[in-house]
């Protein structure tokens, strides 16, 4: 079964780091562009990043500088590095998988919920 | 507030047919290309209803329809049903490998 699952959210105080990961199956992450995509409590959803199969990664506006986006093929993960973290970065964050065939994004995760308050 | 402008609600009665836009304002700077839709029932993930524009994924109902005109991309659900009571998303392929979201529409089925 095509999956995705994010682990790694939690209470974290601001200006603090957090280490999002979501494990995939069923595909390999190293030839989709996969994402992150953040809803904020009763809000819409952002997208925040993403990493091409090649390896080129790209940011958000709002997070460039403070959130770096990897994976790990061996493990078939993508990670969001998450830096300088502030209240406004409470949010559920979702993993999204890119199909080129569809230019979009077709599989989602279930979410990890961050949470930044002191 | 997104550049991608999206009504906040809208609502009909279960058979009838509603449709829901996404227009790009004038603070949106880019290509508003590639256009997919996005069903989100409440704590859920977002599940892929339309792609490029017009196209339906495998497995999602023949009731739902994608457009485009110019600056402005349309969703629209045709027999409605009760379960289509969710909020959904326009999201648009902005160029140099970003994308963005619209705000979302809620969706009632009265």
């Known amino acids: 079964e095509v999956q995705l699952v994010e682990s790694g959210g939690g209470l974290i105080q601001p200006g603090g780091s957090l280490r999002l990961s979501c494990s995939a199956s069923?595909?390999?992450?190293?030839?989709?562009?996969m994402n992150w995509v953040r809803q904020a409590p009763g809000k819409g959803l952002e997208w925040l990043s993403v990493?091409?199969?090649?390896?080129?990664?790209y940011h958000a506006d709002s997070v460039g500088g403070r959130f770096t986006i990897s994976r790990d093929n061996s493990k078939n993960t993508l990670n969001l590095q998450m830096n300088s973290l502030r209240a406004e970065d409470t949010a559920m964050y979702y993993c999204?998988?890119?199909?080129?065939?569809?230019?979009?994004?077709?599989?989602w995760g279930q979410g990890t919920m961050v949470t930044v308050s002191s | 507030q997104s550049a991608l402008t999206q009504p906040a609600s809208v609502s009909g009665s279960p058979g009838q047919s509603i449709t829901i836009s996404c227009t790009a304002t004038?603070?949106?700077?880019?290509?508003?290309?590639?256009v997919s839709w996005y069903q989100q029932h409440p704590g859920k993930a977002p599940k892929l209803i339309i792609y490029?524009?017009?196209r339906r994924p495998s497995g999602v109902s023949y009731r739902f329809s994608g457009s485009k005109s110019g600056n402005t991309a349309s969703l629209t659900i045709s027999g409605l049903q009760a379960e289509d009571e969710a909020d959904y998303y326009c999201?648009?392929?902005?160029?140099?490998?970003?994308?963005?979201f619209g705000g979302g529409t809620k969706l009632t089925v009265l």
């Open positions: 999204a998988r890119g199909s080129p065939g569809l230019q979009a994004f077709d599989i």
């Open positions: 490029e524009d017009t």
């Open positions: 999201c648009s392929y902005v160029g140099s490998s970003s994308w963005v």
């Open positions: 069923g595909f390999s992450v190293s030839i989709y562009y």
């Open positions: 004038s603070s949106y700077v880019g290509s508003f290309d590639l």
């Open positions: 990493i091409y199969s090649g390896g080129s990664t």
